[in-house]
């Protein structure tokens, strides 16, 4: 009878002791072998010497210490068997174990783990199962106080329910049973890579003239709604359109986790923060936006407006803070004014519907559409001028819209930008901004 075991254990062949060697490792076997040298690197080190170094030279150091330790009382390994048990114990002890590769890899947006044994991601707009999972619940239970614990965070039975942030900015929900039926749940978006807008053109985003014209109307300090649904790329295109911003003017950036990237010099970044676990500290999205108005900005971004900081956003885009930018979560132009008029009746202001909707025509000029096709591509499919004004029933002009073919089964989704005749006054407005109409708009019509 042959008997392979691992750790501190021998393989017994016909009776005698022999050394431990490897021919394949099952995944089984594979975690029982990280987490015997996770413990090893653990008696090896000192806590204390590691804490009082930075993350890249702790690394470093705990490779060194399992480099060792591997060539010394390993099992007989190869070469690419020897580094992946390195990476995967220095992450065990280090980082987030097994959600590291996922981290590390730039095409992975979103990391969906439902409970330990199933992980899914989203890479390159589709969504699959990743070959990674937990050992066992203990263990993704231990990657969850890792991650909670550097915010200064709790979450068990009595708050199953967390919104946290890594030190490399990807956005991380939790919950716990009993309001997750089937065991622990963790969503990370990971923080987007910021795009040029030339790479968005790229990439089929959008074309050319369509970034052109978006270019001009940031310059020209038109206020921009970006509409769209989860994960349809607002953010990144948010931060793209940012870039148009002139270096010499003072932008306020607020958001609820940070991830915009500008490139500008003057640029004040504000995060919101929750409740401490007593529910108190808390600062909105709402409490932000009013602050900022005292910061003396030329204009105001906010990553998404979600509830009662709607008005305060409309009123700030109406008291000289033209050029402001922001984003909301809905399916066309038309619902997004909705939906913002909705948002906005939510705060503690007591207004007539009448009021709401005359802030909303008189804050908002261009409302950019976002959606992602079924191929996972992502592309802005239209950019509407909001044309009423005070109490008039909104109005929308379309500036261009993204003209889709038939989508073929396993093929990507294919289609062309299409310009529309542009109002007069819009012409006048770029112009008068010192901006011009983009080649290959279609001549300006009488309003």
Known sequence: MKRQTFGTSSVASSGADVDRTITAMTDEADDVLVADFREKLLDEIDLNELSKLDLPQRRARLERVMTHLVASRGPLLSSR?????????????????????????????????????????????????AKERFVSNEQLLQTIDRIVST????????????????????????ILPPLALDGPVVTIRKFP????????????????????????????????LVSGGTGSGKTTLLNSLSSFIP?????????????????????????????????????????????????????????????????????????????????IHSNSPDEALSRAETLASMSDLDLPFQAVQEQVNNALDLIIQLDRAADGTRRITRVALLSSKGREPYKLHTLSEYVQEPLEAGKVSRGEHVFRP??????????????????????????
């Open 151 to 174: 915010v200064n965070r709790r979450v068990d039975e009595s708050s199953p329910m967390v919104d946290a942030r890594l030190r490399t900015g990807e956005r991380v929900n939790v």
């Open 247 to 327: 270096e010499r003017e003072r932008i306020v950036t607020i958001e609820d986790a940070a991830e915009l990237s500008l490139q500008q010099t003057h640029v004040i970044r504000l995060e919101s923060r929750p409740a401490n676990v007593e529910g108190k500290g808390s600062v909105t999205i709402r409490d932000l936006v009013r602050n900022a108005l005292r910061m003396r900005p030329d204009r105001i971004i906010v990553g998404e407006v979600r509830g009662g900081e709607t008005m305060d956003m409309l009123s700030a885009m109406n008291t000289g803070h033209e050029g402001s930018l922001t984003t």
């Open 193 to 224: 890579r910021p795009f040029s807008m030339d790479q968005l053109v790229s990439i089929g985003t959008l074309d050319e003239r369509t970034a052109d014209l978006l270019a001009a109307c940031v310059r020209a300090k038109l206020n921009v």
């Open 422 to 447: 542009l109002p007069l006054a819009f012409v006048r407005r770029l112009q008068l901004a010192g901006e011009a109409v983009p080649d290959g708009a279609t001549s300006p019509a009488l309003d």
């Open 81 to 129: 068997e020897r580094t992946s048990l390195i990476r995967r114990v220095v992450a065990e002890a280090l980082g987030l174990g097994v959600l590291e590769p996922l981290l590390a890899d730039d095409a992975v947006t979103e990391i969906m783990v439902n409970g330990p044994d199933q992980i899914f991601i989203e890479r390159l707009g589709r969504i699959e199962l």
